[in-house]
């Protein structure tokens, strides 16, 4: 004999996303929004600096109500915050 229990859960889903709709007021996105822009303020002022192109290329992008995306769209962004090898083309030299 085999005992199966199934469980709907599309109620509870909608449920939840309902609430999680309900917790997304204006303040918390302005609050996130600011932080942000303090955090911004930081990276700018920490890039190293000899045109200032680095700097200004950070930016922030709302992924959510509860999140924020700092970027910078340069390619050499990345090697600045977490290095790089070099390996030359030619090993001899």
Do not use: W
Request: hydrophobic share 40%; charged share 20%; aromatic share 10%.
């Amino acid at each position: 004999m085999d005992i199966v229990f199934r469980t709907d859960t599309s109620s509870a889903e909608r449920m939840f996303s309902q609430a999680a709709r309900a917790f997304e007021p204006p303040q918390i996105t302005n609050a996130v929004k600011a932080g942000a822009r303090i955090i911004l303020v930081g990276i700018r002022a920490r890039a190293p600096r000899r045109t200032g192109r680095l700097a200004a290329s950070f930016h922030f992008q709302p992924q959510s109500a509860y999140e924020i995306r700092v970027d910078s769209g340069l390619i050499y962004a990345p090697v600045h915050e977490f290095g790089a090898v070099i390996k030359p083309r030619n090993p001899t030299y």
